[in-house]
């Protein structure tokens, strides 16, 4: 059985094209382009960036980037994944069903009663870790929403 059988079927928005895991949520509907995210800023940035990404990819699977107004989300069948570009850094995102440590974690959003968002800064490419690595893939399965 393939990912896109086991999982529910996603709402797709006429107007801007995005994707949603229920009918008609509010969203922003705008759509962005990724160098946009990168306007004015210094380009170590952007190779940054792109090391999260590879990360992410590597210790997950195929994933859709959409470029948002705020930030870049990484999204399987749900949104598990986010980078946020800042001047000096990329303000990274994991959603996990679970609470959990990394010495990278400066923030976590409790997003509903077993969901939490943990936010970090990513400075540099010798942060993404082997414990981090583990942490993604559970995010990424997590994305894959499956029933």
């Known amino acids: 059985m393939s990912v896109a059988e086991k ?56 994933i859709t980037v959409l470029p948002q107004k705020t930030r870049i989300g990484f ?7 986010s980078a946020v570009v800042r001047r000096n850094w990329i303000e990274c995102g994991l959603w996990l069903k679970r609470a959990a440590t ?22 540099e490419t010798s942060q993404l870790d082997k414990e981090l690595a583990a942490l993604v893939k559970e995010a990424y399965r997590g994305g894959l929403q499956e029933k």
């Open 7 to 62: 999982t529910t079927p996603l709402w797709t928005c006429a107007r801007c094209g995005r994707r949603f895991l229920a009918a008609n949520v509010w969203h922003a509907c705008s759509q962005r382009e990724l160098d946009e995210h990168f306007a004015d800023k210094p380009a170590n940035i952007r190779g940054l960036y792109e090391a999260w990404l590879a990360f992410v990819e590597n210790n997950g699977g195929p």
């Open 75 to 81: 999204m399987a069948h749900r949104r598990f994944a």
């Open 102 to 123: 990394h010495p990278l974690f400066t923030r976590v959003q409790r997003e509903t009663e077993r969901e939490f968002v943990y936010i970090f800064r990513l400075t």
